[in-house]
């Protein structure tokens, strides 16, 4: 048995990218921020659909028009696919750790 909370480096220079699950039709990851944001101006445009929920941290989201989405321990949101989207805020102090499911 593993726990999504446990395993986090005391450093992270780089979010942290652990595939659960890979398959043909499903990849599941957790992801750890630690003050991390999407680059600049890129912007994520999946061919799949993205379920995430937020375990632990906090985190902002912005969507190409705008849209800006806080989340907290708990919050989930579907975010279909090709809806450009960024990481615009996470917290600094602690770990965010995020569980997303793609799928198609």
Same mark, same amino acid.
């Given at each position: 048995?593993?726990?999504? +909370?446990?395993?986090?480096?005391? *450093? %992270?220079?780089? $979010?942290?990218?652990?595939?659960?699950?890979?398959? /043909?039709?499903?990849?599941?990851?957790?992801?750890?921020?630690?003050?991390?944001?999407?680059?600049?101006?890129?912007?994520?445009?999946?061919?799949?659909?993205?379920?995430?929920? +937020?375990?632990?941290?906090?985190? *902002? %989201?912005?969507? $190409?028009?705008?849209?800006?989405?806080?989340?907290? /321990?708990?919050?989930?949101?579907?975010?279909?696919?090709?809806?450009?989207?960024?990481?615009?805020?996470?917290?600094?102090?602690?770990?965010?750790?995020?569980?997303?499911?793609?799928?198609?």
């Amino acid at each position: 048995m593993k726990n999504l +909370l446990t395993d986090i480096p005391g *450093t %992270l220079p780089d $979010e942290l990218f652990d595939t659960l699950v890979d398959t /043909p039709s499903v990849c599941i990851q957790r992801i750890v921020s630690r003050g991390h944001t999407t680059p600049g101006d890129d912007w994520y445009d999946q061919d799949t659909n993205e379920f995430v929920v +937020l375990l632990k941290g906090a985190a *902002t %989201l912005e969507f $190409e028009k705008g849209r800006m989405v806080g989340l907290e /321990p708990g919050n989930w949101l579907q975010i279909p696919a090709h809806a450009k989207h960024r990481v615009a805020w996470t917290d600094e102090s602690s770990e965010t750790v995020w569980l997303a499911v793609h799928y198609t």
